[in-house]
Each structure stands twice: as structure tokens, then as C-alpha cells.
């Protein structure tokens, strides 16, 4: 029993995954496997390597060094991946009279700078959402109290329903609720995985769509660390707290990787006291999956993984369909 606990003990934290457009992307530790049901009802897989820079200088492994460094290479491999998932599901975006005068006028590096703009642009909208309104709304509270804590609570409670009202506008749209059952898709077999079962529709569909190493619990557990940081600063004028906690971010980010890390691996009362808010926002960002985008999920996590689940060959294949 004890050397089957250490097996599953091992398996946690082995593999993480994303949600895409009707698909599923699960990495380990050097692969991406990408899996995506076409228009014709077929799952098409790529694998490619993957290998972190952190492997290639030790002081970037360090404890919140590494979660810098892991967020900066999650985002990237995200934008790729969702654009990578657009092809293989057989998106095919129309160039506008507009797009094609740019591109014939000044070539398609245009294209480039526009992407550019835009990821500036969103990004600019999250600061403004996240740290400069809960700042503005945290000083016109202060014309009432000059308690730090209360101001400090005050500025992530606000974050926290942005965030939580964002992410509900979001499930309404019919293609998003697909995305969150793929997402659902995704902790379901990773769960089945950690559990040492068969990687099996049925056996996935009895899992939880709740996994304490998500994304979602990752950013509440950002707010969270943000009341803390806020509460340093909240004296000062918005105009001076808005960089700083922008300078903060790195840090919360870094720690903010630790804990979900630590939490990946630990199934203690502390952890899941800390892990129940961000399990509850799970409840907007995942959804029931059906037994056709577990299979996504499934075809995904063994390609990720071929030491543990290695691929059928054909003759074994046919073996089995003969027997059957």
C-alpha cells in the first residue's frame, strides 16, 4: 500500500493544462500536446518539446524567481497555443477591404504592430480595471475611515467582483461555455491521472471539475496577496500607489506560484482553507464536459505523457477491434 501511495504521490503536479477552442492542451515537464476536435468530428494532436529557460540558469529555479519566470513563459505559450488551436480547428478569418489597403500599403509587418497595439491596449484595460479603479473606489472610502485594513479589504473585494462579473458576461457567450466545459474536460482527467486510474471516459467523468492548481485559484490567490501588499501603501495618493503596485506585481506573482504549487501537492486542512475561494470560482470558469470533449482531454493528457501512456501501435489496435 505504502509503495502505491508514493506512486500516485508522484504523479501530482506532473502535468498542467489549458482550455482552447474545442481542445486541450496538457504540458509536462519537456512536452505540449495540443488536441482539438476538428469540423469533421475528428481529434487532431500535436506534440512538440518544451523546454523552460529555467533549466537553462539555476538562479531563475530559485523559490518566486521561478514563479516570475513561469508566468512570463505561461503567457507565451498560451497566446501560441490559442492561435495554434484557431488552425487546426479550421478558423479561417476573412481579411477585411481594410486589413488588405494596410497590408499592400505598408506589408504585413502592419499586421504585427496592430497585434502589438492590441495586447498593450488589453493590457492597459486590465490595470485600469484591477488596480486603478479598486485604488480610486479604496480613497473615497478613506473619506470615511482611515482604518488601513478596511481600505485595504475594500480595494480587493472590488477586484474580486470585477473579476467574478467578468468572468459570469463571459459564460453567457455560447463559445466560451464550450471553452469552460473543455476546461472542466481538462482538471477531470488530469484529476483521473493524479488517482492512478485508467485514463477511461467513465473513469474521468467521476472526477471533480475543481483542481486546487488551477489558473483561476492562482489569480484569487494573487487578490488575496494584493490586499496584503495593499495594505503597506493604501496611505499614499492613487497616483503613487497605482507603479508601486505595479513594481509589487512580480512578487505577488512569484509567491503567488508557490503556494499553488505547494497546494498541487498537499491535501492538508491549511491548504484547502485557503484553496476553497479560488475552487469556488471554478464553479463560473468550468462546466460539465461531455463524453466527446473527455475524450479531447484524455487523447491530450497520454500524448503529454508517453512514458506513462504509451501510444498503441496500429497492430495492437487491431488486435483488440478482432477480439472484440
Known amino acids: 500500500m505504502s509503495n502505491k501511495n508514493e506512486n500516485l504521490s508522484c504523479r501530482l503536479g506532473t502535468v498542467g493544462g489549458q482550455a482552447v477552442l474545442e481542445g486541450v492542451m496538457m504540458k509536462s515537464k519537456d512536452l505540449v500536446a495540443l488536441s482539438v476536435r476538428g469540423l469533421d468530428g475528428n481529434i487532431t494532436t500535436e506534440v512538440n518539446p518544451f523546454e523552460s529557460i529555467r533549466t537553462k540558469h539555476k538562479i531563475l529555479n ?65 490595470v485600469l ?17 482611515d482604518s488601513r485594513l478596511v481600505l485595504s479589504v475594500t480595494e480587493g473585494i472590488v477586484k474580486i467582483l470585477i473579476f467574478v462579473l467578468y468572468i459570469y458576461l463571459c459564460a453567457l457567450i455560447p463559445d466560451m461555455k464550450r471553452v469552460f466545459q473543455y476546461h472542466g474536460a481538462e482538471h477531470k482527467s488530469i484529476f483521473c491521472h493524479e488517482a492512478g486510474l485508467e485514463l477511461t471516459v467513465e473513469n474521468v467523468k467521476k472526477q471533480s471539475r475543481f ?24 496611505h499614499l495618493p492613487v497616483i503613487a500607489r497605482v507603479p508601486l503596485k505595479l513594481l509589487f506585481l512580480p512578487i505577488v506573482v512569484g ?16 491548504v484547502k482553507i485557503v484553496s476553497a475561494p479560488g475552487l469556488w470560482i471554478q464553479r463560473l470558469t ?15 493528457l497520454k ?13 495492437d489496435t487491431d488486435k483488440e477491434n478482432t477480439a472484440e
Open 62 to 126: 530559485l523559490p518566486v524567481i521561478r514563479g516570475i519566470v513561469n508566468f512570463v513563459e505561461t503567457m507565451i505559450l498560451s497566446f501560441k497555443t490559442l492561435n495554434r488551436s484557431a488552425d487546426m480547428l479550421g478558423i479561417e478569418e476573412e481579411e477585411t477591404k481594410f486589413e488588405k489597403w494596410l497590408n499592400e500599403k505598408f506589408g504585413k509587418s502592419v499586421t504585427a504592430i496592430a497585434s502589438a497595439v492590441g495586447t498593450i491596449l488589453g493590457l492597459g484595460l486590465a
Open 129 to 145: 480595471l484591477f488596480i486603478y479603479l479598486p485604488a480610486q473606489i479604496a480613497e473615497f472610502v478613506k473619506n470615511f475611515t
Open 211 to 234: 483542481h486546487p492548481r488551477c489558473g483561476t485559484s492562482f489569480l484569487f490567490v494573487m487578490m488575496f496577496l494584493g490586499i496584503i501588499t495593499s495594505a503597506l501603501i493604501i
Open 255 to 270: 509567491v503567488g506560484f508557490e503556494f499553488i504549487k505547494f497546494a498541487g501537492t498537499h491535501n492538508n486542512l491549511f
Open 286 to 300: 468550468t462546466k460539465e464536459p461531455d463524453e466527446s470533449q473527455i475524450e479531447v482531454a484524455i487523447t491530450s
Open 303 to 315: 500524448a503529454a505523457l508517453p512514458d506513462i501512456y504509451p501510444q498503441e501501435s496500429k497492430e
